[in-house]
């Protein structure tokens, strides 16, 4: 299973950015996707969630301003990131739990895509 994560870039306070993760690999079905960032010195963070029922869960630093969602058809989980702040600046990863065609469930990272917020 490979997660390739993309979108991130340098922007300026106020603008957006759309990060999106592709699931590749012979899965049955993904279970859970969620968002992490890592902001330099800092531990890694839960930004956003959203299980397999459709319900998505936000830290509070990123509510109303960042959207999670899913295409089941492409594997893939994206993130909009609205009204973007300095302190957003970071690594962002993608992960996601899954169902193997074996019957394994397991828990996958993508590579991080930089976010650099400049205010």
């Known amino acids: 299973v490979q997660l390739q994560a993309s979108g991130g870039g340098l922007v300026q306070a106020g603008e957006s950015l759309t990060l999106s993760c592709i699931v590749s690999?012979?899965?049955?079905?993904?279970?859970?996707m969620a968002w992490y960032r890592q902001a330099p010195g800092k531990e890694r963070e839960l930004v956003a969630g959203?299980?397999?029922?459709?319900?998505?869960s936000y830290t509070d630093s990123v509510k109303g301003r960042f959207t999670i969602s899913r295409d089941n058809d492409k594997n893939s989980v994206y993130l909009q990131m609205n009204s973007l702040k300095p302190e957003d600046t970071a690594v962002y990863f993608c992960?996601?739990?899954?169902?193997?065609?074996?019957?394994?469930?397991?828990?996958?990272w993508g590579q991080g895509t930089l976010v650099t917020v400049s205010s």
């Open positions: 992960n996601v739990g899954v169902q193997l065609a074996s019957g394994l469930i397991e828990n996958y």
């Open positions: 690999g012979n899965i049955l079905r993904i279970n859970t």
């Open positions: 959203l299980r397999s029922g459709g319900r998505a």
